[in-house]
């Protein structure tokens, strides 16, 4: 078992910045690729940002790419989202997940989730 806990969003202004942080606990945290996904209300989960094991490769979106980062302290068991020039639309509940294999930005290759974190932002 993995337990995973998100921290770190808010309310944010348009333009704005946020850094999300997801602690793992559990089995050994550098074992498995990370993910961040979102979901807004009324709409399906989609996927933000994964890292592999290392950190040595990225994948993002097209909504978010240019305009997040994602990486990882395997020391720490932690994986972080910096999101800069925040949009309205980038409102949503944001989880972050591990996988043990498969695609990166698909959710059926993640294992474990956590609870989500609220990213508000106002325009």
């Known amino acids: 078992q993995v337990q995973l806990v998100e921290s770190g969003g808010g309310l944010v202004q348009a333009g704005g910045s946020l850094r999300l942080s997801c602690a793992a606990s559990g089995r050994t945290f550098s074992n498995y690729v990370m993910g961040w996904f979102r979901q807004a209300p009324g709409k399906e989960r989609e996927f933000v940002a994964g890292i592999t094991w290392s950190g040595s490769r990225t994948y993002y979106s097209e909504s978010v790419k240019g305009r997040f980062t994602i990486s990882r302290d395997n020391a720490k068991n932690t994986v972080y989202l910096r999101m800069n020039s925040l949009k309205p639309e980038d409102t949503a509940v944001y989880f972050c997940?591990?996988?043990?294999?498969?695609?990166?930005?698909?959710?059926?290759?993640?294992?474990?989730w956590g609870q989500g974190t609220q990213v508000t932002v106002s325009s």
């Open positions: 997940a591990a996988s043990s294999g498969g695609s990166v930005d698909r959710e059926l290759s993640y294992d474990y």
